[in-house]
């Protein structure tokens, strides 16, 4: 059975740091793996998708990189703002099992 | 393309209620999921469809809980004799039907009971 771990657990840093989101999972036959951003009381708001093919994505200032391999993802945000504050989801899956999620990172960017 | 639409935004009911939730999926998307989440919880997959067909079903999909996508567009998720443990956002989200094309997810039904 899949699982997805998310560390840090909570982030909390000034404006302008650049930062890097770990994310683990433990069955590396995975399809894809998405990266979503979700606000308070919202639902999910798809910030990069990385097939199962692909080493890396780039959007702007996200860039996320996969090694399937070593079942790990992570999401770099550069120059980091208050905008960015959401909590973060990169679930894997998306067969008839739909997605298995992690509990995300909780990001705080301070002004 | 309109995006995932679901309804109620907010549902507040008394506890042995029954409550209906409504998901209008991206209309050209066959698969249709919906997921549970509970407040610091990452979402919980409940069940999937693919047009009008439901083909998986979480175990965490009690008797009390059925969802339906006649037609193979809009889908709806009933919960009969609503408990507390029943309170969270429930999430709505739809793709194109290959497993490694991205879900869109809708903005949720909160649920609250009272």
């Known amino acids: 059975k899949q699982e997805v771990t998310q560390i840090p657990a909570a982030l909390s840093v000034p404006e302008g740091e650049n930062l890097v989101l770990n994310c683990s999972f433990t069955?590396?036959?995975?399809?894809?793996l998405q990266w979503f951003r979700q606000d308070p009381g919202k639902g999910l708001t798809s910030l990069l998708l990385i097939q199962s093919s692909q080493r890396e994505q780039t959007s702007g200032r996200l860039n996320a990189s996969l090694d399937k391999s070593s079942g790990r993802s992570t999401l770099y945000i550069a120059a980091s703002q208050p905008g960015d504050s959401a909590t973060y989801l990169c679930p894997t899956g998306g067969g008839a099992d739909g997605l298995t999620f992690g509990k995300g990172t909780h990001l705080i960017i301070q002004p | 393309d309109t995006g995932v639409s679901q309804d109620p935004r907010h549902k507040i009911t008394k506890r042995g209620q029954n409550v209906t939730f409504r998901c209008d999926p991206i209309s050209e998307h066959n698969r249709l999921y919906w997921y549970r989440q509970t407040l610091g919880q990452g979402p919980e997959f409940l069940t999937y469809f693919q047009n009008e067909a439901q083909l998986e079903k979480s175990r965490l999909l009690s008797d009390r809980f059925s969802a339906e996508r006649p037609k193979g567009s809009f889908s709806t998720l009933e919960i009969q004799r609503t408990e507390q443990g029943d309170s969270a956002m429930y999430l709505c989200?739809?793709?194109?039907?290959?497993?490694?094309?991205?879900?869109?997810f809708g903005d949720g039904t909160r649920l609250s009971i009272l």
């Open positions: 069955d590396s036959a995975i399809y894809n």
């Open positions: 989200a739809s793709s194109l039907d290959y497993s490694n094309q991205p879900q869109h």
